[in-house]
């Protein structure tokens, strides 16, 4: 926790630390990626040895990482969950549903470790606690292997006797499937050792699996030495060397022998107890009795045992020694070719950038003083050479900055991914995600706050839009319910798109529930959209479930949604069919860091409106202003636009000063005409998520893009604004937080509204 | 503004051949209105002239505005009227900007003068109750350094914390 606080004084302990949770993390992603492709294999009944083992190979790191760190739930975690996928890879125990849920579960558990350990939530012991316990369990059920007469294959003892548990293991899969079995030999110069051996085994991936390698102890010298290769494969003998063919690679099929004769080396498996795999040991009282009753006690036949004649087996502990090394140690290297950097770091350089876009202002500037004088023409153009210049790398530093902060919504997607498996096991629905784009980028600040939305929007869609399997047939849907989700990018924003094939929503029965709950009146109901019908279920405390599931139907969630996409910059639309399916759109901007907005001048102050959240900016006409209910409002393409005069709002009605300057000149008073008319003014639509509000603005200054900064602490309590930009001139603009100040007017609309119904109402007037 | 009561100690060589064996603290002396305050030296990142400072709508009184330090940006506070002295901020040729450091934030406080800084003994420290009357949390002490001046001392944390 401590290691988290405010940045200062972080010792290079904390600085080690915070790598090893932001590591740990990574390798959590990771893990979570592969259950879930290893999920979708088995969902097939298949099974991918290199998936299992790379996520042994996390879980292997992880136990190392967080032991070195005293980490000791997630070491803990780790160790048991190493010794499931280690009898899992050895196939001691099968990829059922019920190890693979064990297996997510652990990956949520790490999830909260990580989250606890930034001091986000109380550390999860007693879950850790309940799958140590479930881990175990699994562990009693774990198998024997059967035996697989490697007797049939010409091998030579010296190799069978030193082939590793797993390597065994593999060879025995492998042949039981049918797979031929080849041997090759290859001479390796030893200083490039490493990376031809790397070549040929991606070379054989595509044929089959690497068996082992061991030095034959022939054929080399000083300089070479010549491994033997055992691959298993379903490619021909001719079509492998083609392949895999070279001047020091020579291969041959290892033959059947003919009998199979007895022999001495044949895997010792065979003196071993009888599984207790498929007679009732999974129920409690069965694993029990199994504990109590059972001759030889089957608690986890300790793997050494099977392991341990072969091993013991003195055959050829050197070039053991030799192969060791680079399977493990390479486990516990950073895997991948990156630099984690802090995002304060990156807002620090953009920060710099902008800096520079004002020296470059200055620049701008002194080259218009210094054009027109005939005396300065040269100085004129190497000055204005070097503008252009100055502009163009600015240009791309900012991109290449910003490109840094992009990362690929896959990270929040595969998430989601593991919380739709987990939703439907709950509630036994079948749910078939479909994702689309999820190498799409976004900013790495928006990209964490979408997670909550984006998982609200799919427990509703599982929730309320999936129909029962039964209901499904019933109307002749296949039974597999189907969530689609997409991502694109569209110009300047990202587009995710959360699709069902479920019920639909239908804008009646939404209404209806509306009325029920007194969040519409019924008289206003009856002149809704179908758009604004759908757009109810964004109100707080909307909900069309009478029973409240543990997923949603709590009348909580859409209202967040759209708050957390609001603010993002962000907006959320639905369309629905009923029978057919929901769609929720969600667009937002491409990056936090720099967004486009409006200037508008109000009060003699300048403030930046998101170009995102606005429609369109008009005249303000005050002819056209009615007064509806005690509010004013304008009559805009056939629908009411509540207005809002920013400077009332603001509080900034008669004073004039904006800025305080030591020697600051007057403000300017607002432009009259010369007629003498009244200054014409602005009205600036805001529209965030269909709800609309037109903001009256004295003048509109211009569109720019800004680096947009937070506000400090000290403004937490300060609504209406997103942050603040720096306009030049060393001059500071606020940026209006449209969707709040969007809410902020209507919800006092409505209490106008409340108002102004009662008088009505006792006067004893009919509506 | 009468500033009669800001004593500028012409004496400063009776403050250099001060005894060493003594704890000194170091403060910075500033005027808000016609009263001298202080705060300790080592909480003080930059004194600043001051730049444009954008107003906040809807922020507290004491709140000035925003301002851009390099590309970072900075509240400023008004001390004055935090402390109920003045109803209006004024900034003048010889105002100037404390940046200290918050938790989370940089803060830049308004003062109307800065004065100069003071290596105060421990004896010269009174603890804030020799004001009497109710204790403010900011207020850490009276200085009476030997050229006769009389400093508000201020404990800067309790300001940010509001």
Redesign the interface.
Known sequence: MAEHGGGRGDSAGDKAREEFFSEAQEIVDGLSRDLLALDEVSKRGGSDAELVNDVFRAVHTLKGLSSLFGAAMMSGLSHELENLLDDLRLGRIELSQQVLDLLFQSVEAYGRILAASKGDAPEPAAEVKALLGALGQVAQQRGGVAATPFTQYELDPGMLGVLTEYEEHRLRTNLQAGLSLYRMRVQFQLFTIDSALDELKAKTRPHGEIITFLPTGEGGDAESVELEILVASRTPLATLRTALGGPNIVIEEVSRRPGGRPDSLAPPATGLPPAPYDDGTQTESGAAAARTSAPPPPPSIPSDVLAAPPFASPAAPAPQAQREPSARELTLRSVTQTVRVDIRKLDHLMNIVGELAIVRGSVAKLFERVRGDEELRDVATDLHRLHRAFERHLTQMQNGILEVRMVPLGQVFDKLARIVRQISREHGKEINLVITGSETEIDKLIVEELSDPLMHMIRNAIDHGIEEKDERMRVGKPPVGTIALNAFQKGNHVVIEVEDDGRGMDPALIVDAAIRRGLVDESDARELSVKEALAIVFEPGFTTRDDVTSLSGRGVGMDIVRTNIGKLGGVVDITSDVGIGTKMTITLPITLAIISVLRVEVAGRTFCMPLASIEEAIVFDESLVRIFEGREVLTQRGATLPLAHLDKLFGLEGHRQGVYMSDAPTPKPPPVSPTGRKPRRYVVIGLVADRRVGFVVDRLVGQQDIVIKALGDSLAHVRGFAGATELGDQRVGLVIDAAALIAEVLASVGEARQLVHEPRVDAGGTL | MNRAMARRPEARGALQRADDLETRTEYLAFLLGSEAYAVQIGSIAEIL????????????PS??????V??????V?DLKRRFRVADT?E???T?RILLVD??????GLLVDEVLQVYRLTEAEVEPPTALGGEQLAYVAGVGRPSDGSVLLLLNLQPL?A?
């Open positions: 002239k001051p730049l444009p400072i954008t107003e906040v709508p809807r922020a507290r709140v000035v505005g925003v301002m851009s390099r590309g970072r940006l900075v509240t506070l901020t900034i003048e040729r105002s918050a938790p989370d934030e940089t803060i940010f509001e």
